[in-house]
T-cell receptor, first 112, second 110 residues
Framework: NAGVTQTPKFQVLKTGQSMTLQCAQDMNHNSMYWYRQDPGMGLRLIYYSASEGTTDKGEVPNGYNVSRLNKREFSLRLESAAPSQTSVYFC???????????FGSGTQLSVL | EDQVTQSPEALRLQEGESSSLNCSYTVSGLRGLFWYRQDPGKGPEFLFTLYSAGEEKEKERLKATLTKKESFLHITAPKPEDSATYLCAAEGGSQGNLIFGKGTKLSVKP
């Protein structure tokens, strides 16, 4: 019962470096999401994919890109990392939009 | 502006001391109110979904209720293992996405 798997768990980047966060779910869910969680703030939606082949911006999309590679996988790319992107990133999935979310264990990213 | 506000920010209870967590929302066209539990270093875990005012759901020592303006998470006779951050989220509003509150950090001491 893997559920939602995120890699890596920890990452340190220098300003300007790029990286891709990987996410895969094995529940045959249609919808997938990327959130960031910062101290003193609620979870904020970066991008989501309501179904395979579609992606849409969330509340805080600037500086990020996403790819819905197939039904299982949804990746988040930082093209030129900035210190403001230091955060904990969570991938989540749901069977359909608006239904309960299943979260991965998170990626702690530090940008120096 | 669509908003979800949780109170208190932190709550310390003795084992067995019942209490309630509050989630106030101003979201137009609410389609669902969600409660999640988050343990340190982990992703949130789903607890309940409530859809209409007056609805209640229970799971072990937890009961969630919903009115037109707020939701409560009642914790009856809590145990130390109930210690976690509890997140409330409302789906609806102008964007139609899930809006999370900042959470209530619950500590239950033996």
């Amino acid at each position: 019962n893997a559920g939602v798997t995120q890699t890596p768990k920890f990452q340190v980047l220098k300003t300007g470096q790029s990286m891709t966060l990987q996410c895969a779910q094995d529940m045959n869910h249609n919808s997938m999401y990327w959130y960031r969680q910062d101290p003193g703030m609620g979870l904020r939606l970066i991008y989501y994919s309501a179904s395979e082949g579609t992606t849409d911006k969330g509340e805080v999309p600037n500086g990020y890109n996403v790819s819905r590679l197939n039904k299982r996988e949804f990746s988040l790319r930082l093209e030129s990392a900035a210190p403001s992107q230091t955060s904990v990133y969570f991938c989540a999935s749901s069977e359909l939009p608006g239904e309960k979310l299943f979260f991965g264990s998170g990626t702690q990213l530090s940008v120096l | 502006e669509d908003q979800v506000t949780q109170s208190p920010e932190a709550l310390r209870l003795q084992e067995g001391e019942s209490s309630s967590l509050n989630c106030s929302y101003t979201v137009s066209g609410l389609r669902g109110l969600f409660w999640y539990r988050q343990d340190p270093g982990k992703g949130p875990e789903f607890l309940f979904t409530l859809y209409s005012a007056g609805e209640e759901k229970e799971k072990e020592r937890l009961k969630a209720t919903l009115t037109k303006k707020e939701s409560f998470l009642h914790i009856t006779a809590p145990k130390p293992e109930d210690s976690a951050t509890y997140l409330c989220a409302a789906e609806g509003g102008s964007q139609g996405n899930l809006i999370f509150g900042k959470g209530t950090k619950l500590s239950v001491k033996p």
